[in-house]
C-alpha cells in the first residue's frame, strides 16, 4: 500500500565511490513517489558535483551547514524537520563512527541529531572496514537506536577486493524504504494497555510492580507508524506521552478493565502489555494504615482478567497477549495463549540479568498457532516496530480469513 502523501526522503550522500549509484538511487526515490532532497558530505562533492544532485532532485543540494544563503531558505533545522526519512546512502565508516557517537560536526550530521526522522543506513566500504570491530560495534548502537540498515551486499569491490561492503543496488534500497513506508494498518482501531497497576492499601499506599511502561509505548508508536488508531490505556509511568490517538490513564487494575471494556467493542486489535496486577487488597482502608500491630495480614482478592475477557468477546478483535515469566518461558506462554483463546502472545524472559522490565532493551519469542518468531534482544523501539511489522501480517491473514 502506498503512503498517502509523497514520502519526504532527505538523502544524505557519504563520500565513497558508491555515491555515483545514489545519483540513480533519487530517481529510483522519485519513480516510487517520493519527494527527495540531497545533503551531501564534503568528501562525496569529491566524487559527484552537487550539480549532478540538483539535477536529478530537482531541487538546491546543500553541503554545508555554515552557508548563509541556503540557511536563508530552508534551514537545516527545518529540514530535519520536513524529513519523514534520512535516508544515508552511501553510508561510509567514517560516517557511521561519527553518527554513533552522536557527533556534530558538519551539516549531515547535524542534521542527523536534529530530526526525528526514521534513520535508513545503506553502508558501503571496503571489505576489512566493514568487518573492523569498531564498525560492527557502531552498527550495532545504531541498530540498537532503531535505525534500518540496508546491506551492504557481498561482491566485487571497487578497491579490487571481494567481500561484505557493497551498497545495495538503488533498486532494492529505492524498494526497501517504499516497503518500511507502507501503511498496512490504515485506519485499523487498536487498542493496547502498558505500563503498571498500583492498588491501593490505604490513601498512600499500593501494591505495584517494576513495569516502566517502555514496551507498551514503544508498541503504541509503533502501531501508529504502521496507520493504526492508537487508544492507550496506561498505568501511571514516567515517560512522555507517545503521540498516539487517545491517551487514558488509569490508576488500578479494576479502572485499567474499564477503561478497556468500554472501548474494547470497536477495535480489531487488542494488546495488553501492561502489568496488571492479579490481586488487589481486599478493601482498602480509609486512612492510613497505623504500624501498631507486630504482624499486618493482607487480604487479596483476584483481579478481573482484562485479556481473557476482550479474547472471549464475540466477536473478539485480533488479541495479542505478553507473558512474562521466569521460568519455562516458552511452555508457560503457550499454555496462555490456549487457555485465553489468544490470537498471538510475545513470551518474555524477565526476573534474570537481561529480563524485561525496566530496561532499555528486551528480546521476545512470539508464539501463534501454529508458528512462533524469536526477536533477539534489540532496544524496545526496534523490537515494537519488528513485533508491530509481525501483528500487522497476522492480522490480515486472520482478517482476511474471517471475511
Ligand atoms: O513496561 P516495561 O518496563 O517496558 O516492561 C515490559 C513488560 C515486561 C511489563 C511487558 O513486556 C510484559 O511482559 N507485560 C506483561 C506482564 C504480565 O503481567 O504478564 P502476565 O503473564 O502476568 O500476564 C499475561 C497477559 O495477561 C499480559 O498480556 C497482561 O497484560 C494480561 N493480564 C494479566 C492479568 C490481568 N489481570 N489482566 C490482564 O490483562
Not at 540498515?149 to 545495495?168: D, F, H, N, S, T
Not at 467493542?265 to 481486599?282: E, L, S
Amino acid at each position: 500500500m502506498m503512503h498517502q502523501h509523497a514520502l519526504r526522503v532527505l538523502l544524505g550522500v557519504g563520500g565513497g565511490i558508491a555515491a555515483y549509484k545514489s545519483v540513480d538511487l533519487v530517481r529510483r526515490l522519485k519513480e516510487r513517489g517520493c519527494e527527495v532532497r540531497v545533503v551531501m558530505t564534503k568528501a562525496a562533492t569529491g566524487f559527484v558535483t552537487p550539480l549532478t544532485f540538483q539535477a536529478v532532485s530537482g531541487h538546491p543540494v546543500r553541503t554545508t551547514l555554515l552557508d548563509p544563503a541556503a540557511e536563508a531558505g530552508m534551514d537545516h533545522i527545518e529540514l530535519a524537520r520536513w524529513a519523514e526519512r534520512l535516508l544515508i546512502a552511501p553510508a561510509t565508516a567514517d560516517l557511521m563512527a561519527r553518527l554513533a557517537a552522536g557527533i556534530a560536526d558538519d551539516l549531515l550530521t547535524t542534521l542527523a541529531l536534529a530530526t526525528e526522522a526514521k534513520l535508513t543506513l545503506a553502508p558501503a566500504m571496503n571489505q576489512v572496514m566493514w568487518r573492523h570491530p569498531a564498525t560492527q560495534a557502531n552498527l550495532e548502537t545504531l541498530r540498537g537506536r532503531g535505525a534500518c540498515i540496508l546491506g551492504p551486499g557481498e561482491g566485487q569491490q571497487a578497491c579490487g577486493e571481494v567481500g561484505p561492503g557493497r551498497m545495495l543496488e538503488p533498486l532494492e534500497i529505492a524498494e526497501a524504504l517504499r516497503a518500511s513506508a507502507a501503511r498496512p494498518l490504515a485506519g485499523v482501531p487498536v487498542l493496547l494497555t502498558a505500563g503498571p497497576t498500583r492498588e491501593p492499601l490505604d490513601p498512600v499506599r499500593f501494591l505495584g510492580n517494576r513495569s516502566s511502561g517502555r514496551m507498551g509505548y514503544a508498541l503504541a508508536e509503533a502501531l501508529t507508524e504502521l496507520g493504526a488508531e492508537v487508544a492507550l490505556v496506561t498505568g501511571p509511568t514516567a515517560l512522555p506521552p507517545p503521540g498516539v490517538s487517545e491517551l487514558i490513564r488509569v490508576e488500578s487494575a479494576l479502572e485499567m478493565h474499564a477503561a478497556v471494556m468500554a472501548r474494547a467493542a470497536g477495535c480489531g486489535i487488542f494488546v495488553g502489555t501492561a502489568a496488571v496486577a492479579d490481586y488487589r487488597p481486599v478493601a482498602p482502608a480509609r486512612s492510613k494504615i497505623k504500624k501498631d500491630a507486630e504482624e499486618l495480614t493482607l487480604g487479596l482478592v483476584r483481579n478481573p482478567d482484562i485479556l481473557a475477557e476482550v479474547a472471549a468477546l464475540s466477536p473478539a478483535p485480533f488479541s495479542v497477549g505478553f507473558a512474562a515469566e521466569t521460568d519455562h518461558v516458552i511452555e508457560y506462554a503457550r499454555g496462555k495463549l490456549e487457555k485465553k483463546r489468544l490470537s498471538m502472545i510475545a513470551a518474555n524472559h524477565v526476573g534474570g540479568e537481561r529480563g524485561g522490565f525496566e530496561r532499555a532493551e528486551n528480546a521476545l519469542t512470539v508464539l501463534w498457532d501454529g508458528g512462533s518468531r524469536a526477536l533477539p534482544m534489540m532496544s524496545k523501539a526496534q523490537l515494537a516496530r519488528e513485533l508491530a511489522a509481525l501483528i500487522a501480517d497476522r492480522y490480515k491473514e486472520h482478517h482476511a480469513a474471517s471475511t
